[in-house]
């Protein structure tokens, strides 16, 4: 999930210990990683070759509370007001969607100017088939969210991102972007340069009518 938005860049470290960072930062954003799960096993993904990036690491020993994450976080929002905050790293954030409801939450209680984005691999309606996601990460004050599509159809998908899904990953992947559509501000969806067809992927985001960004 770290290639996101942030694969070839160097964040700096914040909250960091033998376990691994939580926060981190990277030019006006801070960034918080969560998890190392995911349910793809995409064949570009960064941490396929690193523990981290500029000699940051990334990977957990353990999964940080939302109170101490919240409390690490809190720590660098002291008199900040236009900050973004990012839920990303090496993992999928939305396997502990609970964790980033209720620190968006409290964000939004104490600094309800800042921003926050959720970076995800878009399979939320397979993690939660009963729960309307897009609905809650609205109702928790998400601003905005980013969706890796990846690929511009399901069979390049599958053979790209190997999800534990399996090949209707896809396809739930777009009723996903669909419903956050209806409910969350800002929607974008994103593509790894040099893997899809970046012409028919555009063309897809612009059918749902969401932003679009190769990175």
Known sequence: MFGESCAGEEPSMIAASAKGAVVYRYKHSLYLNITNECTNDCVFCVRKFTRGIG??????QSEASAD???RELSKELDGVTDEEIVFCGY?????????????????????PNI?????????AKLLYPTRNVAKELKDAGVDSISISM????SKKYFEMCRPKFGRATYEKIIEFIK???????????????????????????NELGVGFKVR
Request: proline share 3%.
């Open 68 to 70: 101490v994450i919240f």
């Open 115 to 123: 921003k926050l984005r959720v970076n995800t691999n878009g399979q």
């Open 150 to 153: 990846n690929a511009e159809n």
């Open 55 to 60: 000699g940051y690491d990334l990977w957990l």
């Open 91 to 111: 993992g999928e954030p939305l396997i502990r969607l609970d964790t980033i409801l209720e620190v968006t939450g409290e964000v939004k209680k104490s600094h």
């Open 179 to 205: 419903e956050c559509k209806e409910h969350i501000p800002e929607v974008r969806v994103s593509v790894v340069g040099g893997y899809a067809n970046i012409v028919e992927c555009e063309r897809i985001a």
